[in-house]
């Protein structure tokens, strides 16, 4: 008789398990934005006073995105440490994904800490040979390395590490494609 008391139980529980639980989240709010697996396009924001409660009945909403990139580039000591805001400003301006700009400095430069002297290009762009493309600040150096992934690579389908990898630095997919591998690695420590 108990098998049956049992067995009678899992099929009465389990489609009323299944039922709350498809309610429950069928209640759930839709993101607006979600971004495509592997793709490097997303957004998230938070409440600030979630982040860094102020004060009782402060209410505001920052982006959390900001805090992300300030907090990463602050345990590298990176000298991109007060562009934090406009690094996620510029990659929403391009549509790029907020950690993009930062784990490509990770991997060209070590977050802007092995440049060409005077050059503020973090991101190895247009660096070959004794060919070095200088800009006069960070600013400037966001903004074109930004306009360039979303006209030149975005746009034109190239949206993962991998596919920028192809055309950002060729020589990185015949060996194995360590620059996708590094940047996809960094994309991920910021999440």
């Known amino acids: 008789m108990k098998p049956q008391i049992s067995i009678g139980a899992f099929f009465l529980g389990a489609p009323t398990l299944l039922f709350v639980s498809f309610l429950l989240l069928s209640r759930l709010p839709a993101s607006p934005q979600s971004p495509i697996p592997g793709s490097v396009l997303s957004s998230t924001t938070v409440s600030e006073d979630y982040l860094y409660p102020q004060s009782i009945g402060t209410f505001g909403t920052t982006d959390a995105r ?18 934090s805001q406009e690094i996620v400003d510029i990659s929403d301006k391009y549509t790029l994904d907020y950690r993009l700009l930062v784990a490509i400095a990770r991997q060209e430069s070590n977050l802007c800490k092995r440049i060409p002297a005077n050059s503020h290009n973090c991101w190895g762009f247009g660096i070959y040979g004794d060919k070095v493309t200088r800009f006069d600040n960070y600013p400037q150096a966001l903004e074109t390395v930004a306009k360039t992934l979303k006209k030149k690579y975005i746009d034109i389908g190239l949206t993962t590490p991998e596919e920028i990898m192809a055309k950002y630095t060729p020589p990185s ?6 620059w996708a591998k590094g940047v996809n690695q960094f994309m991920l420590d910021l999440e």
Do not use: C, M, Q
Request: aromatic fraction near 16%; proline fraction near 12%; glycine fraction near 8%.
């Open 173 to 178: 997919v015949e060996l194995g494609g360590p």
């Open 66 to 83: 900001v805090y992300i990139i300030k907090n990463y580039l602050k345990k590298y000591s990176s000298p991109l440490v007060p562009f």
